[in-house]
């Protein structure tokens, strides 16, 4: 199984007990805004820009979810501003709106969701466009073998070579749980890779970038293991 390195903070190495802790003094300076009406979720999205190492994904969040983020705020994109670009190593480089994507045929995934932290939320929905069909639309040109994505929190990246991008439970996911993927989950566009732990599945999706080789994301320039798969994946259909 992927190890996940502990999140650091550059500075001296801070135990979980203190950082909860003092998580618990930023999250008092924030109880006095409406955050306690907005839900778990909101909270600890706003819990995590007081929390610039991403270790508010240690709170428990009674959904089954935890929230991650590698930076602090995340903009927000709507119909009016959101766009997926596929570019790199393709014959038809391409600029997706949300209403293209949404026009596409959907594909409906249901699969256990894993996080190296050791959470899991099982049997969840996700559907979008399948990854292979914009690999096809965009045309993928020699010595194309891989795909880089990024992020519209200018920050993360992930990777996957072609033949995994290319399986039918790889998806650019617009609904999680049967509803539009939320802004804290990563809408409106995430990636979704049902066989691999959830870190492969790169939130505020926004680039698509065809690679001669893998270049190793965010995560997995710090330890992660490049290839994701699950215990028991099938790593050779779907
Ligand atoms: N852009 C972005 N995508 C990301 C991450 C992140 O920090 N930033 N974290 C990854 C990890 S480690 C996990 S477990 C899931 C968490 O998704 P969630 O916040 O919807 O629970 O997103 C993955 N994709
Ligand atoms: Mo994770």
Redesign the pocket.
């Known amino acids: 199984m992927a190890e996940k390195p502990k999140p650091r903070s550059g500075g001296a190495p801070v135990g979980r007990r203190a950082m909860l802790g003092m998580l618990g003094a930023g999250a008092a300076g924030l109880a006095a805004a409406p955050y306690l009406q907005r839900g778990w979720e909101n909270f600890l999205a706003a819990a995590s820009e007081v929390d610039a190492t ?1 270790l508010t994904g240690l709170l428990p969040n009674p959904g089954g ?6 930076v602090g705020s995340v903009p927000h994109k709507n119909e009016s501003n959101y766009e997926l670009t596929v570019g790199g190593l393709v014959q038809k480089p391409k600029t997706y709106t949300l209403a293209d994507l949404r026009a596409m045929p959907r594909t409906r995934v249901v699969h256990d969701v894993v ?3 050791g959470w899991r939320v099982e049997k969840t929905p996700f559907d979008g466009v399948k990854l292979a069909d914009i690999l096809d639309d965009a045309g993928v040109r020699s010595p194309g073998a891989a795909i880089r994505f990024t ?1 519209f ?1 200018g920050a ?1 990246t992930e990777s996957l070579t072609l033949e995994q991008a290319r399986r039918s439970d790889v998806l650019v996911a617009l609904n999680m749980q049967d509803k539009p993927i939320s802004h ?3 809408g409106p566009v995430r990636l979704y890779v049902a066989p691999m732990y ?2 492969k ?4 999706l926004s680039g698509i970038s065809v690679t001669d080789k893998v270049v190793p994301g965010y ?1 997995e320039e710090r330890g992660y293991a490049v290839d994701g798969w699950l215990d028991g994946a099938d790593r050779h259909s779907a």
Request: hydrophobic residues 25%.
């Open positions: 991403g979810f935890r929230y991650y983020s590698v996080c190296t932290d992020c929190d993360y804290d989950h990563g959830f870190y599945s790169a939130k505020w995560w």
